[in-house]
């Protein structure tokens, strides 16, 4: 079913004209706002119906203020700061110990290059949806932009929705298995553990679903603080201890010294250098959640502060700590995450200090999914608002499922690195580059100035060229992307360098 749309007025009430200035790229009180490129899609939020479609995008973010006043559960709470938390636990998280291991794959200076190079990208992209955010405010999720980027059409809706639901699981999955491999490291191979690794995978998986149950991201933004401050510890301890203990973990005279190099090997294949470099997208590339963000914040207008604050801070701890790490333990020593790499004492206790990003960014995913779902199940209903024993039922519920399914998935792929690069090549090739290269040129449509056609300026050309690569980037992913991360697979159960599904042995570090 598609949704008819002329592009004409009630919905180019704005002047159009492509966002200009430092507020355009800030964000702050004089955002311009500019034109829809599509009306308002079907499920919409019962109080914008046909009689209020000619609402500006302010009057409909006021209505969602004023609807929400007065219920038990409101939100649209959060300010930039809480947003900032949200993005701080989202992005300073576990991902950061496998770029040890990227920059021994690519080199050192390639590896640095490319990490600076995707966080610009992830940036730029994600101004570009905020942008699409603010010209209309009552996208709840990435879903519902899908199906607006696509011109309405409602297989777009669930196309998207089937790779958001997919990715965040994914992203769940990947925490009961690290979840799963902490809990090994603390008490060892032999402990009398019925079917050990499947065992404490359960056991991550219930605690995960308990910490699961706030309903707000309000609330999940107070613990999102706290596990990136425990991260970025954890990171810090692992470096320091990578540069002071003798020797790398598993240590020989015959293998030598950490050898570090500044390009790639000779011996370096095209699966493992395009594997190494998805794992350093994956840990950038978190545009998928940030509609959800933006559609809690009281002032949408601010995001871009917490995006900038959040960027800045990537670059400087995934260098700093992926290049010294790397420093210290060279390539025959390294592993992913890199905590194997530190001897047993300096491993546990920086390891220790992941425990709560484990937890909370995989909480974190399961909420945007759970939310999707309850918002639809819940739109006209009071048990979306109020503390009723069906609304919180169903939440725990849906939740419920989703982790399930995780800890299938946790067992099902039963390593680190090449699940990384799966997920990168499958999802981020949507949700870090096509989507908003499309979004960037209906958004200049709709300002009447298309790129390459009729905006002949400078930036217009530049921006234009910028996104057609970012598109071509994300088709790169889909494809080549994916072939590398299946056979990266392949390749390590063929070598017996992975223990199988649903392994009952040790996978601790």
């Given at each position: 079913?598609?949704?008819?749309?002329?592009g004409?007025?009630?919905?180019?009430?704005?002047?159009?004209?492509?966002?200009?200035?430092?507020?355009a790229?800030?964000g702050?009180?004089?955002?311009?706002?500019?034109?829809?490129?599509?009306?308002q899609?079907?499920?919409?939020?019962?109080?914008?119906?046909?009689?209020?479609?000619?609402?500006?995008?302010?009057?409909?973010?006021?209505?969602?203020?004023?609807?929400?006043?007065?219920?038990?559960?409101?939100?649209?709470?959060?300010?930039?700061?809480?947003?900032?938390?949200?993005?701080?636990?989202?992005?300073?998280?576990?991902?950061?110990?496998?770029?040890?291991?990227?920059?021994?794959?690519?080199?050192?200076?390639?590896?640095?290059?490319?990490?600076?190079?995707?966080?610009?990208i992830?940036?730029?992209?994600s101004?570009?949806?905020?942008?699409?955010?603010?010209?209309?405010?009552?996208?709840?999720?990435?879903?519902?932009?899908?199906?607006?980027?696509?011109?309405?059409?409602?297989?777009?809706?669930?196309?998207t929705?089937?790779?958001?639901?997919l990715?965040?699981?994914?992203?769940?999955?990947?925490?009961?298995?690290?979840?799963?491999?902490?809990?090994?490291?603390?008490?060892?191979?032999?402990a009398?553990?019925?079917?050990?690794?499947?065992?404490?995978?359960?056991?991550?998986?219930?605690?995960?679903?308990?910490?699961?149950?706030?309903?707000t991201?309000?609330?999940?933004s107070?613990?999102?603080?706290?596990?990136?401050?425990?991260?970025?510890?954890?990171?810090?301890?692992?470096t320091?201890?990578a540069?002071?203990?003798?020797?790398?973990?598993?240590?020989?005279e015959?293998?030598?010294?950490?050898?570090?190099?500044?390009?790639?090997?000779?011996?370096?294949?095209?699966v493992s250098?395009?594997?190494?470099?998805?794992?350093?997208?994956?840990?950038?590339?978190?545009?998928?959640?940030?509609?959800?963000?933006?559609?809690?914040?009281?002032?949408?207008?601010?995001?871009?502060?917490?995006?900038?604050?959040?960027?800045?801070?990537?670059?400087?701890?995934?260098?700093?700590?992926?290049?010294?790490?790397?420093?210290?333990?060279?390539?025959?020593?390294?592993?992913?995450?890199?905590?194997?790499?530190?001897?047993?004492?300096?491993?546990?206790?920086?390891?220790?200090?992941m425990?709560?990003?484990?937890?909370?960014l995989?909480?974190?995913?399961?909420s945007?999914?759970?939310?999707?779902?309850?918002?639809r199940?819940?739109?006209?209903?009071?048990?979306?608002?109020?503390?009723?024993?069906v609304?919180?039922?169903?939440?725990?519920?849906?939740?419920?499922?989703?982790?399930?399914?995780?800890?299938?998935?946790?067992?099902?792929?039963?390593?680190?690195?090449?699940?990384?690069?799966?997920?990168?090549?499958?999802?981020?090739?949507?949700?870090?580059?096509?989507f908003?290269?499309?979004?960037?040129?209906?958004?200049?449509?709709?300002?009447?100035?298309?790129?390459?056609?009729?905006?002949?300026?400078?930036?217009?050309?530049?921006?234009?060229?910028?996104?057609?690569?970012?598109?071509?980037?994300?088709i790169?992913?889909?494809?080549?992307?994916?072939?590398?991360?299946?056979?990266?697979?392949?390749?390590?159960?063929?070598?017996?360098?992975?223990?199988?599904?649903?392994?009952?042995?040790?996978?601790?570090?």
């Open positions: 079913m598609k949704t008819e749309y002329s004409e007025s009630p919905y180019d009430v704005h002047e159009a004209t492509i966002p200009r200035g430092w507020s790229w800030f702050g009180p004089r955002v311009r706002i500019g034109p829809r490129i599509a009306p899609i079907v499920p919409v939020n019962e109080y914008i119906g046909d009689s209020n479609s000619e609402l500006s995008s302010d009057a409909i973010l006021n209505k969602q203020l004023e609807e929400e006043a007065g219920h038990a559960i409101q939100y649209r709470t959060c300010s930039w700061q809480k947003t900032a938390a949200l993005l701080f636990s989202e992005y300073i998280c576990l991902a950061i110990m496998s770029f040890p291991w990227s920059y021994s794959v690519l080199g050192l200076v390639p590896g640095l290059i490319l990490t600076v190079v995707q966080a610009l992830v940036l730029y992209t101004i570009v949806l905020w942008e699409f955010c603010l010209r209309h405010p009552e996208v709840r999720d990435v879903c519902d932009i899908g199906q607006m980027l696509f011109w309405g059409q409602k297989w777009a809706w669930y196309f929705a089937v790779m958001f639901l990715n965040n699981t994914f992203i769940q999955g990947l925490h009961v298995l690290v979840g799963a491999k902490y809990l090994n490291t603390m008490v060892g191979p032999n009398s553990i019925t079917c050990q690794t499947v065992t404490l995978g359960a056991i991550v998986t219930v605690v995960c679903w308990l910490s699961s149950l706030p309903r991201f309000s609330m999940l107070k613990l999102g603080t706290a596990s990136a401050a425990f991260t970025f510890i954890s990171v810090i301890l692992a320091i201890f540069g002071v203990q003798d020797h790398p973990a598993g240590f020989t015959e293998t030598g010294n950490p050898i570090v190099t500044a390009v790639p090997i000779l011996s370096t294949t095209f250098g395009l594997g190494a470099f998805l794992n350093i997208s994956y840990t950038f590339i978190g545009q998928i959640t940030l509609p959800s963000f933006i559609a809690e914040m009281r002032e949408p207008r601010d995001f871009p502060k917490a995006l900038w604050a959040c960027t800045i801070l990537e670059i400087i701890v995934f260098s700093v700590v992926g290049a010294v790490t790397y420093a210290f333990v060279g390539n025959q020593y390294i592993t992913s995450p890199a905590f194997g790499s530190l001897i047993p004492l300096y491993k546990k206790i920086a390891f220790s200090f425990i709560p990003t484990i937890i909370f995989g909480v974190l995913y399961a945007v999914s759970a939310r999707f779902i309850f918002f199940i819940f739109q006209n209903s009071r048990h979306k608002s109020e503390h009723t024993l609304g919180w039922g169903s939440w725990a519920l849906i939740l419920l499922v989703t982790w399930i399914l995780a800890f299938v998935i946790a067992n099902s792929i039963p390593f680190f690195n090449s699940l990384l690069a799966l997920m990168s090549s499958l999802f981020d090739s949507f949700f870090g580059f096509i908003w290269g499309v979004a960037y040129f209906r958004m200049r449509k709709a300002d009447g100035a298309v790129a390459l056609l009729r905006d002949r300026s400078f930036r217009g050309w530049f921006e234009g060229i910028l996104n057609i690569i970012i598109i071509l980037t994300g790169f992913f889909l494809t080549v992307g994916t072939y590398a991360s299946v056979q990266g697979i392949l390749d390590e159960f063929a070598l017996g360098t992975v223990g199988s599904a649903f392994q009952c042995t040790s996978n601790g570090i």
